[in-house]
Every structure is written in C-alpha cells, then in structure tokens.
C-alpha cells in the first residue's frame, strides 16, 4: 500500500479504529500469556461504545505463536484452528426434566417483607441472583449461595452431584440456612483457592445503597465486612482472572449517556483495590446493549 502498511497491518489497524481501541503510542504494552499485547492504555478508554458487534483486533492478526499449555481450550472461533476439515455445529441444550432443582420451602424463603408492608402479593424467593455456584475441591461437594427470601437473606445450600441439594441448619440464624439476616438485591459469592489467608478463601460482595458491601470468609457460612466500593449500580458483580492475577469488576453504569452499558475496573486487592470514584471511568466502557437488543434503552 502506499501508505507504507501492509495488508494486515492495515486491517488491524481498521478493525481497532472500528472498536473504538486507540492505536499504541511508543508505550511498552504487556503481553498476555497467550501472546496477545494489551493496549497501551489499559482498559481502553471507549467515548462511546458500538452499537454493532464488531472484530476483536486478535482475530485479525493474531500472536505468530500461540501457547495452548495453560488451561483448557474452547474452539467457539477459530482463533486457535489454522486449518480443519471439520464443520462447526452448535446444538440447544435440553432443559433438566425435573427443574426447578431449588425453590422456595422454608418460612424465610416465603416472607416477603415488603408485601407485607404494603399489603401487596408476596413473592417467595429460593434463587441465585448473580450469587455464586461452585465445586470446592476440599470438601468435594457443590456449594450454592442464594437469595432465600425476597430482597432480604443469603442463604447457603449444598449438593454432591449438582442436582439434588441440602439446605443445612447452621448458627448463624438459628435453626435456618441463613449465612446474612441482611437486606440486599443482587450479590456475587467467589471461591478464592489462591488466596493464602484462609480466613479469605470465600469472598461476597452485594449491592447496598449504590455501592457494593465486601465480605470474606474462611467457611462460605460465617462472613465478616472487609469495606466497601466506590459508587456503582445494581447487578453489578465480579471475578478473579488467574491469568492475569487480577480482581475484575463488571458494574454496571448508572451514567445516562445512551444505551444501558457495563463499566470495568480491574485490581489485584479486593478490597483497597475496589475504592475507585466517578473521576476513575473517564469513559472506561467494556460492554453495551446492540441495536437489536431488548435493552436499548
């Protein structure tokens, strides 16, 4: 080309111009263990975000190598398939014929506080609403925290194969299952096995009041505060990138600036790290609503 690029420079260059992810200034960027450079300026400052799906960057130029020794791979693109004479099928999964696997039982699951005060139909609720489900490799079971109640508790359940679960009697509130007598709308519970302090290797996280409340715990069962976040809107959650050593937070944006969108922020402390404030975004959009999407607005 005239210009002096050659095709895929060209094209990676486009594609990045189409994303909204601003071109390499001399900076020395890191590289992620799969060979894929990050930004210079990392997360990309986004002015606004497409409303089209657009090219990731790495799949029009990707690493010259690639290293697939870390973890398992998932061909959902052809990202990591130079060549095949194979032909990608995708296939809807089946329901569970005795769903739902959870619902409401117990007298706090039932209670409804706010319909009660206003004298409006209650709505009993047995749910993870973002919460968390995991395997704990220690005690070899499947270990759920869920909304148990509507907008009012965390409530824990275990489980040996996935399906059939056990709502424990504990100490926190006698006589339930009850791991928080709070009053919360979304939350998110991780099962951290790298962090040393065993006292932190399960971490909480639910929405109060325009920020989220910090717990950790060393059991699932008994939680201590840790702090809180800067400002954000509800739904938001979080999760740990072992790749990267770093807490990632998805919140979602209470900016009115189009339509509905998410907001990153990344730290390797959970708790100090997860003090940011509005100053901190400066357009640090990560992922919006499409056209297409319900949505919108």
Not at 115 to 120: L, P, S, V
Not at 224 to 251: H, I
Request: glycine letters at 6%; a neutral charge.
């Amino acid at each position: 080309m005239r210009s002096g690029l050659d095709r895929r420079q060209f094209l990676k260059l486009a594609v990045a111009v189409a994303a909204g992810v601003p071109r390499r200034t001399g900076a020395v960027a890191p590289t992620l263990y799969n060979g894929i450079p990050v930004p210079a300026r990392w997360p990309p400052r986004w002015p606004t975000l497409p409303l089209d799906p657009v090219t990731p960057p790495y799949l029009v130029d990707p690493p010259a190598v690639i290293p697939i020794d870390l973890g398992r791979q998932l061909f959902v693109d052809d990202f990591l398939v130079q060549e095949t004479s194979l032909t990608r099928s995708f296939h809807r999964p089946d329901y569970f014929a005795d769903n739902p696997i959870l619902w409401p039982t117990t007298p706090w699951e039932k209670r409804d506080e706010m319909a009660e005060r206003t004298k409006t139909r209650s709505n009993p609720a047995a749910m993870p609403f973002s919460d968390g489900v995991f395997y704990d490799p220690g005690d070899r079971l499947f270990k759920m925290w869920y909304m148990g109640g509507y907008s009012q508790n965390t409530c824990y359940a275990t489980s040996a194969d996935g399906i059939k679960w056990t709502k424990p009697t504990l100490d926190v509130v006698a006589g339930t299952n009850i791991v928080q007598a709070l009053q919360r709308d979304s939350a998110t519970v991780w099962l951290d096995l790298q962090d040393p302090d065993r006292t932190r290797r399960y971490k909480m996280s639910h929405w109060h009041d325009h920020y989220l409340e910090l717990f950790a715990s060393g059991d699932g069962v008994h939680w201590r505060q840790m702090g809180r976040t800067g400002l954000t809107g509800d739904r938001t959650t979080f999760f740990y990138n072992p790749f990267r050593n770093v807490w990632v937070f998805s919140l979602r944006s209470e900016q009115d600036d189009g339509p509905r969108h998410r907001l990153y922020w990344e730290t390797p402390d959970f708790v100090h790290g997860a003090r940011w404030s509005d100053s901190d975004w400066d357009g640090a959009r990560w992922s919006g609503a499409r056209w297409s999407d319900d949505s919108w607005s």
